[in-house]
């Protein structure tokens, strides 16, 4: 059986003073919960404040995103070893936003994905259709592409080292959320990618999480799916008390 793992995205929110204190209460609002991995992903900013704060917690550490290169003249960069560094355990690849606004393929994801894996970091691979893409039946096709695309550099002992997050686009902070049956569908099919390429037993080991606008009220719904094994909580994780209700799912 794999750990549930209910992971908050704060996206581009929070000074460090508020993220101490959210991770402060967080750590409480949780005592006792121990079957599930709760992770956090702060802006750059409160990384190392928040991970200072997390030690000995069982609340893991996630980026939001890093560089695809180690090191050198990259302005505004953030390298896997500077993260690490800091203590980050997770960071999150190919993100809808970082596809869309910043233009990111699935070849710069792949080699995102080899710089975490290098680093000993695990890689939440985002991957999700568009609206126009569902609608005109080609939602299998996207997805396929994107894991084809993203882990061709991946090797079969890497797999149990990654996490992929289902983000149907058209979900992400509209209110909108695709069906219990919908995710499920989705989540099955990729996982059925996976065994294709890498083989059951890796395939039965991934954790695959949805995102897409989770909240308390549909959780539970969401993880009564077979091949459902978390969520990556983006608008909902900004307050603490939401976000607890939904790691106590």
């Not at 929110?13 to 599930?36: A, H, M, P, W, Y």
């Not at 149907?168 to 959320?177: E, F, S, Y």
């Not at 009564?224 to 990556?232: F, H, P, R, T, Y």
Request: glycine share 10%.
């Amino acid at each position: 059986m794999i750990r549930p793992i209910l992971v908050a995205n704060w996206k581009m929110n929070k000074t460090v003073s508020e993220s101490l204190d959210f991770v402060s209460r967080l750590k409480q609002l949780v005592i006792g919960i121990n079957d599930r991995q709760v992770v956090i992903a702060p802006p750059f900013t409160a990384l190392y404040s928040v991970g200072a704060t997390l030690k000995a917690s069982g609340i893991g550490l996630a980026a939001q995103n890093l560089s695809e290169n180690s090191d050198g003249a990259c302005t505004g960069e953030v390298s896997a070893r500077m993260l690490a560094d800091m203590g980050c355990t997770y960071v999150i690849v190919g993100h809808s936003e970082r596809r869309s606004l910043f233009g990111e393929s699935n070849a710069v994801v792949c080699a995102k994905i080899s710089m975490a894996l290098q680093f000993g970091m695990q890689p939440i691979v985002c991957i999700g259709e568009t609206l126009e893409e569902r609608e005109t039946g080609r939602t299998f096709d996207v997805l396929a592409r994107q894991i084809k695309e993203g882990l061709h550099q991946i090797e079969s002992s890497d797999i149990r080292h990654l996490l992929i997050a289902y983000e149907p686009v058209w979900a992400i902070g509209t209110g909108k959320t695709a069906t219990p049956e919908q995710a499920g569908k989705a989540h099955a099919f990729i996982r059925q990618l996976i065994e294709k390429s890498y083989g059951k037993e890796p395939a039965s080991r991934l954790p695959v999480i949805y995102g897409g606008s989770v909240r308390p009220d549909n959780i539970g719904k969401l993880m009564a799916q077979d091949d459902i094994n978390g969520a990556l909580v983006g608008g909902a994780s900004l307050d603490v008390d939401t976000f607890a209700k939904i790691v106590a799912f």
